[in-house]
């Protein structure tokens, strides 16, 4: 379900920076503005540039970087990878207002040093400041939703938080697709000088219905219904763009029940992670200064369907750094210690040159690795089966390319990749009718292209431009393919663009424009091209500036692309919400 777009003005970058003057208020991207204070996190990654994220109906959302398949990319939370062992069908989720975090931030390559396989978005928590806000908007297909989010200072260094929400849908896709969510929470957090130091505790529960999700024909009706628990310490000294040191512990639990009831078929899953990582970079002398990180999992996963499973994964990043006057160098390796299989030692290479004042070049050499999940390795459903003994995926990256920032109101980045994924996973059918196998499908060839600009031609509007190319070549394979559900199913062309304006001071105008080609492919039965288009107007009144009325649009030309190759895509929703801050 595509739920209230407040999360338009989430795809800038921060206050607007022309230096231009002018009576026309100043746009400042603050949480409050990114997003609606109910607003779940796949609502923010849905308008951030450089990532795709397909959605079965809002209910489930894979995300995708580079073209990766959903088990290629995920979240951190302040650095701390985010995984979850049963399928990284869930590695969009988290259990907190997405108003209480940073605007994501895109790593891949050397910045992705113990993250997912190709691409990790990770947020951090912003700084407590004593904000108190209510929200509550009502929609199409019978949406609704209430929110409260409080926060405090109780002293000039110790801030604390509370957050509750829930929301409803009917048939968000298909008919019977409903949809609940509720969450709450609290945060803890100390600041002082460089330092800051957070505790969280988040619960998230939801239910939906399921029918058509995950390859199932939908001419079976299907539930689904998740909890979501996290405990999260961290802590961070110093300035993360020079010398710092941080770390961070989770206990993480997530429980999926799935259940097709006409059929008496249901699966029942139990996944507990522990956490901890610690990375930082020393001051640097004469030159030379060193990154470093090191992160450990414990992965538990009870399952009716998929068994009972332990296993440990480890990791160690040695990154030594040597800064010239124009010359910036990376040289060094990241050893991965995986359970039930030999250590990976892959090796991490960059270097920067400053070509002028405001252009600079780059390259790099990066390798990554994953295990497979345990639906890919034992799941065996109706539509779907694992495949047990397949073999930890790897991948090799080549990147080049340019960035600069010409002018106070421009910056821009232009790169070209290429990336060899071994003993690549995907879901494949072999023909219209049998079922979806975790397979493998041996070397596979990403090539790519990626180009973001900035514009802010004056402090009350920012725009935002992306594209990336994609295009895979895979190997020969004794796997035969009719279909694939995901590795091989991907936008050819991704053009992304987007608009804050406020034009006066009680008035912001946003929107979010996405175009993509996908890929050919035989199990989709709508067209290969897609238009996903989202609106938000938002009205303060200059005498009652403590109320926010929203209007909001998505899939506003109705588009019915199917981001899942078969499965009916949500139409168009419209809604309205009043937001109290005090």
Known sequence: MQIKIFLISAIFTGALTAAAETNIPTITVTASAQTSENAAIHEVLRAEPGVVLNSQGGSQ?????RGSSFSGAGLSLGGLTLRNPQTEHFNAELPLPAA???????????????????????????????????EAGFGADHRDWQSLLVQQMLTDTLGIGVFAGRESANGVDYSDNDYDREYVGGHLQFRQDDTQVDLLIAHQEKEFGARGYYGVTDA????????????????????????????????HEFNDDYQLPTISYRNQHRSRISSAFFDGRTLEVNGFALSWRADVDEERVASSGLGFHHRTRGGVSLLPQWRGDRLKITAGIRGEFLAGNPPEYLPQLGAEYLLSDNLTAFASYTETVRLPSYTELNYNSPSSLGTAGLKPQTTEQVEI???????????????????RSK????????????RWVAADIGNLDVYGLEAQLGWYP???????????????DREASDFGGYASRYALDYPEHLAQASLLWRPVDAVEIGTVQTLRLQTENNARTSSDFGADSSFVVRFTPPKADCATLSL???NAWNDNFQAFPGQKPPERFAGISLTLTW
């Open 401 to 419: 390319g340019f960035k600069g920032i010409p002018s106070e109101s421009m910056d821009w980045k232009v790169s070209a990749f290429h990336r």
């Open 61 to 65: 959302n894979d995300l995708s970087v």
């Open 552 to 554: 909001l649009i998505n």
């Open 458 to 472: 004056a402090q009350n509007i920012e725009m935002q431009f992306a594209y990336t190319w994609i295009y895979k």
């Open 220 to 251: 079976l009706p299907a539930t689904e219904a998740t909890e979501d628990t996290l405990i999260f310490l961290s802590a961070t000294r110093g300035d993360l763009n020079g010398a710092y040191l941080r770390g961070g512990i989770s206990w």
């Open 423 to 434: 003993n690549t996973i995907d879901w494949m059918k072999t023909n219209s009718v049998a």
């Open 100 to 134: 209480m975090l940073s605007r994501p931030s895109v790593r891949t390559g050397l910045d992705n040093q113990g993250g997912h396989l190709v691409g990790t978005v990770n947020f951090d928590l912003l700084p407590i400041i004593g904000k108190k806000q209510m």
